[in-house]
């Protein structure tokens, strides 16, 4: 497909396609309804035995089901149409940003993206890297546009091809077909889907937070609104796509998964548990007051259930903190403790600094280990590392999506870790690329970050904040080799952050009362003595402020 093809397509042909197909499938339900009360039902209740009988029962079953298969088949004709044309606008739309962003460079395009020399250009501008550079990144995106236009146009040709197909060899009279995505959550799988083709018309997974931000600002603002509510799957989990789109997109998943788990006569453990997460964060939302604003920032049903929920719009904040749980961390924690711990670092920030917006989130995005009480053999997966990884990867990416969706300047980033969570955060800063992205990093009853000094966290020393409880005995596991090798600050991932050997700066918590689990588990609360106040002046970028404790 070329240039002048994919701009002057006209995809509201697909739906007045697509509304012809939808009228037929209504039409023929009509003729369904009579023939079934009139034929199939009289029939069946007429008191009729023997073998003809059932053989004739047998037949109009077997007719019944063509019908109602005939009836699926239009209608999934009518779904494919309109998924067609929603995904040809999506690239017309980055057609239409391109070309705009050409004309404002004074460029002209061929009809494959490429941008023709044009003799009259000065020497110096031909040869200038800057301008070579920007000429080979407009052709790039021109041409990457085109590519995807004309898969998605032998994707569309080719289902409405398997459709005739169906028709002719008379398939399109059983229940085969196309399916629904298999990418698709299952709750979110209508009845009568087509292929997925908007799935093709968004960017792969593969696509930086950076890419998928600069995509979606040059969507115009009603597709981008179709999108939500039609897809709310692709929009809702997305890194660098704006937290009011994520909001409204999850709270349309959390409903349906809600509906989904609900509706089923029998449920897993595990389901149950989800259930019970997904009722929380619903809770949650529902009574929370309108300041600070709660958004949804993250819903899923992967793994052992995925959460994001966030004080204050992070698109618009001067301050965010993203707090990391641990060990024993459930979905359910995201709209419970977990989240008055977020709300509670939120308040702090406020008090520490009312001049300036913050939010304050919880992401729950990786399967911490289940807790000690739950008698699980995978809580010993908190003695590795493979769990927090997984996490590290996908907080990496979170915090990068956070960086590429804000407006105006940079807000004050901070990465916080509690427990098993802060070897979390402490991986994801040992990321290449940057790590976290984060301005500051806070750990906080840690069992070690993954690292032997503050420096390796990707952020300078200065920049690494430790919170230990003198009585948290998290912050003592040692590392029994280093142990052996007279190290007393190894610790069972690491240098011990509290250590002055490690070199990040210790802040003043409670030491929490001797001989209990308990002093690990005050540090976002209020009863954690200087912990939140001293959190709250490391988000809001107030280091000068902070109290200190002597490192170990």
């Not at 042909?13 to 197909?21: K, N, S, T, V």
């Not at 690329?433 to 993954?450: E, N």
Request: some cysteine; proline content about 8%; hydrophobic content about 40%.
């Amino acid at each position: 497909m070329d240039l002048a093809a994919l701009r002057d397509a006209d995809p509201q042909l697909l739906p007045e396609d697509a509304e012809a197909y939808e009228q037929l499938a209504d039409a023929l339900q009509q003729h369904i309804d009579a023939w079934q009360s009139g034929v199939r039902d009289r029939t069946s209740g007429s008191g009729w035995l023997g073998t003809a009988a059932d053989a004739c029962r047998a037949s109009l079953q077997q007719t019944d089901d063509r019908l109602i298969a005939a009836r699926t088949e239009l209608r999934r004709i009518g779904a494919c149409l309109r998924a067609g044309a929603d995904a040809l606008r999506l690239a017309q739309a980055e057609l239409a940003s391109a070309l705009a962003d050409a004309r404002a460079a004074g460029v002209t395009l061929g009809p494959d993206g490429s941008i023709p020399l044009d003799p009259a250009t000065p020497a110096a501008e031909r040869h200038d890297p800057d301008a070579r550079a920007r000429r080979t990144a407009l052709t790039g995106r021109v041409r990457a546009v085109l590519a995807g236009a004309d898969a998605l146009d032998r994707a569309l040709a080719e289902q409405l091809a398997g459709f005739t197909r169906a028709a002719t060899d008379g398939s399109g009279l059983t229940d085969h077909g196309y399916a629904p995505d298999p990418y698709t959550p299952a709750p979110l799988s209508p009845l009568i889907t087509a292929p997925d083709l908007l799935r093709c018309a968004v960017p792969p997974p593969s696509a930086s937070p950076e890419a998928v931000a600069a995509w979606w600002r040059a969507l115009p603002p009603d597709q981008q609104q179709h999108l939500i509510t039609t897809r709310p799957d692709l929009i809702g989990n997305r890194d660098g796509l704006p937290a009011t789109a994520r909001d409204q997109a999850n709270r349309l998943l959390l409903r349906r998964y809600l509906d989904d788990f609900a509706a089923r006569t029998w449920r897993s453990v595990t389901d149950q548990l989800k259930l019970d997460g997904l009722r929380a964060i619903q809770e949650r939302l529902d009574r929370s007051p309108a300041n600070p604003p709660v958004l949804l920032y993250g819903i899923s049903c992967e793994g052992q259930g995925r959460g994001i929920l966030s004080f204050g719009n992070p698109d618009t904040a001067s301050n965010v903190s993203a707090y990391v749980p641990g060990l024993g961390t459930e979905l359910r924690c995201v709209g419970g403790k977990d989240a008055d711990r977020a709300l509670s670092v939120w308040r702090a920030a406020l008090r520490a600094d009312p001049t300036r917006p913050t939010a304050s989130m919880v992401w729950l995005g990786y399967d911490p280990p289940p807790g000690i009480d739950k008698h699980d053999p995978q809580t010993l997966d908190v003695m590795g590392e493979e769990r927090a990884r997984a996490g590290a990867e996908s907080y990496d990416r979170f915090m990068a999506g956070l960086r590429a969706a804000h407006e105006g300047p940079p807000a004050h980033l901070v990465a916080l870790g509690h427990s098993y969570g802060s070897l979390t955060v402490g991986l994801a800063g040992r990321r290449p690329g940057g790590g976290t992205r984060a301005d500051d990093i806070v750990l906080i009853g840690s069992p070690g970050a993954g690292a032997d000094n503050a420096g390796q966290l990707g952020v300078a020393a200065d920049h690494v904040w430790v919170g230990a409880a003198d009585n948290d005995p998290v912050t003592y596991l040692p590392d029994p080799l280093q142990e052996v090798l007279g190290d007393q600050n190894g610790r069972w991932f690491g240098k011990d952050p509290a250590s002055a050997d490690f070199g990040a700066h210790r802040f003043d918590v409670a030491d929490g009362p001797p001989h209990s689990f308990s002093a690990h588990s005050n540090y976002l609360d209020p009863i954690g003595g200087h912990a939140l106040p001293n959190i709250g002046q490391i988000v809001t970028g107030h280091p000068e402020n902070v109290r200190s404790q002597v490192p170990r």
